[in-house]
Every structure is written in structure tokens, then in C-alpha cells.
């Protein structure tokens, strides 16, 4: 699930990463906080509609990991 939500933001405007995943199930809370745990994503701004959501972006580190996976 990690790898998958992370992959997402490499295409993506700054990186960040979705709050839905491809068939529009909110991403799980555990899954954002375990890559903002392993420095793979971190916290972009505060939704001030949703304040319970994380709005993420893919950091340095979590886009090294996902281009070293792609090309091994």
C-alpha cells in the first residue's frame, strides 16, 4: 500500500500525494503516518476544510527509494 500511495506522487505537481487512492477509498491515516515515520513523505499544508486529513508531498528520500526500486 506504501509503495503504491508513494508512486503516485512522482507525476505529480510538487509531488504530492493523493488523499484517495485509484478507487477513491481515503488513503489510511497508518499508511501516511508510517512513510512520514520513514521521512518518505511529509506534511504540505493543513486542509482547513478537512483538518483530520494529511495533505502530503513525496520527499528526497521517498523519491530516491521509488526510483531505486523502478530500477532494480
Excluded: E, Y
Excluded at 485509484?22 to 489510511?28: D, E, S, T, W
Excluded at 502530503?56 to 532494480?72: D, E, N
Aim: charged share 25%; glycine share 12%.
Amino acid at each position: 500500500m506504501q509503495h503504491g500511495w508513494l508512486a503516485r506522487g512522482l507525476d505529480q505537481p510538487g509531488g504530492k500525494l493523493p488523499l484517495f487512492d485509484a478507487n477513491g477509498k481515503r488513503v489510511g491515516p497508518r499508511t501516511i503516518r508510517s512513510c512520514i515515520d520513514q521521512g518518505w513523505a511529509a506534511p504540505w499544508f493543513a486542509n482547513p476544510l478537512k483538518p483530520d486529513w494529511l495533505v502530503c508531498k513525496l520527499t528526497p528520500l521517498g523519491r530516491k527509494i521509488l526510483t531505486r526500486r523502478s530500477r532494480a
